[in-house]
RNA sequence: GGCAUCGUGGCCGAGUGGCUAGGCACAGCUCUGCAAAAGCUUGUACAGCGGUUCGAAUCCGCUCGAUGCCU
């Protein structure tokens, strides 16, 4: 008995992971992680796509809507709960399923992440209040003492990369960079990338077809509902964002989700630049029959075994 | 037909003689715990033709087009 296969799903938004994960699923019996950030939690339900009850039926899923938006849940509590599923799921099954969009989410528990130790949450809030106040140059300098050897490799307009490595830094009192690069975490399991693909029009198609049917699925009153939670984190979304700003009386209703729509094209294409750089990843036209899919799955297999 | 106003890159929009505004979109890209987040890069466009000038998107003329008013 070689070793046990994790078969990701991934792809654009839209463009039907969840129906190809399911009936991957059901062909090899097995069960479907979910590496979908926003599907995580149980407010959210038109506005993130997630599985219907028919198709939740179809095959066992894994964190989905298992947080509430008010729980703090980080990549690194995901890479660790998914490890810790994907063992006891491995006890029963040769082969597990994890499916979903969130590039960052899926190199997590495919790579690991150095680990660094925990942060007291107070620090972030505080350096949050530094950059409004008195501005991003002010943690650049900091960067600059704190940790020159990061600050020369990460993008100083970018506050939030900013402010991850103050965080540790602060919160340890060494630089960031000296917790990167120690250890790549050894995976028990092979890894194979399914990267469903289509033509741009096609995935735009679908976008703009998909936010209507959200629409008319209520979205409008889901989103109402998490008025009072816009400023959490998790709801700092797609599809969320755009009717709080419709609510608030700066769009117009049309306007609201014409600008829903955008945003899920560039999403989605933010989502082709992040997996473009993994050359891991096989591409899977959308519409290929399952068996097609298969071959491929089988193709690569065998080429694993032999590594 | 007459009079008036206007015509700037895919869209919005500043600029009235000289150092290629800016915003948005599109496209490309970055990424080790906020990631459906955050950030970066990229367009010499001035309706057309002719003239004035060392130099015109900016001034003059004609043509075309749009809008408004008048007969």
Redesign the pocket.
Known sequence: MGKKTLLVVTGP?GIGKTSLAIRLAQHYGTEIISA????FYRE?RI????PTEDELKAAPHHFIQHKSIHD??????F??DALERLEELFQDHDLVIMV??????I??VLF?????P??DPSI?VQ??RE?RDKGIESLQRELMVSDPVYAE?????????L???L??CRGTGKP?SG????K?NRRPFHSIILGLEAP?EVV?GRIEKRVDEMMAAGLLEEARDLVPFQEL??L??????ELFTHFSGEYDLEQAVREIK??????A??????F??NREVLPVPHDAPLKEVLAIITRRSKEKQHE
């Open positions: 938004t979908d950030s926003r599907q959210m506005g993130t796509a997630v703090a849940y980080s990549v690194g509590d890479e660790r979903g969009g969130s590039g960052l989410y190199d997590a690991g992440f150095d680990t660094f925990d942060i972030r350096l949050n950059l490799k990460v993008d100083l307009q970018n506050p939030h990369r402010i991850r490595a965080e540790i960031y917790y990167l690069g120690r790549k741009r735009y984190n998790a700092q979304t797609v599809g969320y964002r955008k945003n899920s094209r560039r999403y294409k933010r989502q082709g630049t992040w473009r750089r």
